[in-house]
């Protein structure tokens, strides 16, 4: 259940036209009351000789005791209702009640003082009720509506339990604002799937991932082919700036513009501009890497190194960095997103639009130390398109790998905070990355999987030895799934490369949890080709027939290893 405060206005009348009229795209069937302050207010949907003039009065008649000054501020309240697509459709007698709750929630009507504000509730769909209270009370005072909105959200939650509906998450203020109705009717008219404040907003995130410039920024927004305006002061500087999409025109033939901070609270100029000052002042101990060419596979293989790196932070670090990380993670996801495959690219664009959410909270971010992040979605970026095949491949679906269990950990992060609404967006993201992996990751596991299969026997057994010898906890558990063999075939490139494989798996295994993960065996792959810098993509590798012990060359240095 979604009640919505809407702004105050000054014509009762009007809003009642609109009420009981057809709407705006004529979805509007069967207007009539619901329920009224004195429970005999006329309806002028029901009752033919009722009018609109006539409920118009009753709802303005205690004005006559307000003072001039009192009349003159906007005085209509509106609430709108609304259940959801999934929930049982309630009874008139059902709808009243709630209208009732709710006057009283937000302190515009309370039946045992019986000198509220009068009001009236209005059905004309199956799915929702608008509530119309007049601003002033019958003993002469002006209600107080202080904390209104976060009032009836309590209330909706209680009677959602009540009335057996979805049970939605209670917000903290902090989610970008949802499409009006007359947004999502104009958008079902143009057959668009999203509404134009949606689309921008995507087109909005993606354009400031990993961006480091006004320059570059608005550059990205004009490539997208939105329309831009910015808003300069007399002394030249940019306070702000709004867009639009060219086909999304008004009455009068003009764009819709909508400014950056209407689509989301961090995406006004100012909170944009909080990332690119943080990417220009070092921090101790941090390095700032210098602008280079990037390639799709190189990208990617930069992404699922920062990721495993921000993982402890989101997991063991400070709020405000752990904050950090998470709204960078976002913009990791925005890039990955743009630049991605056919056949992923739709679980990416719903798992960044899941996140969305989640990269918000009231915990401030501390800027700066996540530059890695925000880096590495300059490096997809500028990487350009993936093709989806050979190294590029292997490494998105080693990012992707990645990038789940940063994303698990912000769902952890968020849970410990309190942050429902978070918590459960970011849970959805990890789903949308679950179904994009499994996509991404089937022909380069594939691959290895055959190579490991032509192992020779002694080899394999060998290879078992190690499992056991270095995750025994996991050792029957790797041994019985269907990537076993992959994992076979990634430790003998481990040791072909120069690594001790027993060390390098249980150092893998043993940094970040593995409970959420589908298949153990994927993920020591991707760990282990990772931290040994091994190519993702092994289709043209030689499979290895030498047995462990008998290199003739030492490991490499285990302390650069360990700290990858």
């Given amino acids: 259940m979604v009640p919505k405060i809407h702004k105050r206005g000054k014509r009762t009348i009007g809003l009642l036209y609109y009420l009981y009229g057809p709407g705006k795209a004529e979805e509007h069937v069967d207007p009539h009351l619901v329920a009224s302050w004195d429970h005999a207010a006329p309806d002028p949907g029901r009752d033919p000789e ?18 001039d000054d009192q009349r003159a501020k906007p005085h209509v309240w509106h609430l709108s209702v609304r259940n959801g697509p999934t929930d049982r459709l309630l009874t008139d007698e059902e709808w009243g009640d709630v209208a009732r709750r709710m006057v009283a929630a937000a302190g515009i009507d309370d039946p045992d003082q019986g000198a509220g504000c009068r009001w009236v509730a209005v059905r004309h769909a199956d799915d929702h ?6 601003l002033a009370r019958e003993d002469g005072y002006r209600p107080d509506l202080d904390r209104d909105a976060v009032r009836v959200q309590a209330e909706a939650r209680l009677l959602e339990q009540e009335l057996g509906l979805r049970r939605l998450k209670p917000g903290d203020g902090t989610a970008a604002q949802r499409p009006t109705s007359a947004e999502r009717h104009k958008a079902e ?11 921008l907003r995507e087109t909005v995130r993606r354009a400031v991932a990993g961006a480091v410039s006004e320059e570059e920024f608005f550059g990205r927004l004009a490539a997208a082919g939105l329309l831009v305006k910015t808003r300069v002061a007399p002394s030249g500087d940019l306070l702000g700036f709004k867009v639009a999409l060219p086909d999304d025109r008004n009455k009068d033939g003009e764009p819709v513009y909508y400014p950056g901070a209407r689509l989301a609270p961090d995406l006004s100029l100012p909170r944009i501009r909080e990332r690119w000052s943080a990417d220009t002042v070092p ?38 960095l752990a904050a950090a990380h998470i709204a960078a993670a976002g913009e990791v996801l925005d890039a990955l997103a743009k630049t991605s495959a056919a056949h992923t690219r739709s679980d990416l664009q719903q798992a960044a639009w899941a996140f969305e959410r989640a990269s918000r909270s009231h915990v401030r971010a501390v800027r700066g130390h996540d530059r890695a992040l925000r880096q590495a979605a300059r490096d997809l970026v500028r ?11 292997a490494s998105t679906a080693m990012a992707i790998d ?18 429902a609404q978070q918590a459960e967006a970011a849970q959805q993201a990890a789903e949308h990355l679950r179904s994009a992996y499994r996509a991404a990751a089937g022909h380069p596991l594939a691959v290895l999987h055959q190579r490991g299969r032509r192992l020779s026997r002694p080899l394999l057994q060998q290879q078992t030895v190690i499992l056991r010898e270095a995750v025994p906890h996991l050792a ?9 063999h992959a994992l076979a075939a990634t430790l003998a490139d481990v040791e072909a490369a120069g690594h001790d494989p027993a060390v390098l798996l249980a150092d893998v295994a043993g940094r970040r949890e593995l409970g959420t993960a589908e298949s153990v065996s994927d993920v020591l792959v991707w760990r282990l080709r990772r931290a040994a810098d091994l190519p993702a993509d092994a289709a043209s590798a030689p499979v290895p027939q030498r047995m462990p012990g008998t290199a003739s060359t030492q490991p490499r240095d285990r302390d650069r290893r360990r700290h990858r």
Avoid: N
């Fill in 402 to 419: 990645m990038l789940f269990f940063l994303i698990t950990a912000a769902a952890h992060w968020h849970a410990r905070k309190g942050h």
């Fill in 189 to 199: 008219r143009q057959g668009r799937e999203r509404t134009a404040r949606e689309e």
């Fill in 129 to 134: 009720i608008h509530i119309l209270a007049t």
């Fill in 283 to 320: 921090q101790d101990g941090d390095t700032v890497r210098p602008l280079r060419p990037a390639d799709p596979a190189m990208a990617r293989r930069s992404t699922a190194a920062v990721a495993w790196q921000a993982l402890l932070i989101v997991e063991q670090g400070e709020d405000g």
């Fill in 383 to 393: 990487g350009g398109p993936a093709l989806g095949r050979g190294e590029d491949g």
């Fill in 50 to 67: 009722a009018t609109y003039k006539q409920l118009q009065q009753l709802l303005d008649q205690p004005f006559a005791l307000l003072t």
């Fill in 476 to 484: 029957e558990q790797v041994l019985a799934e269907g990537g076993w």
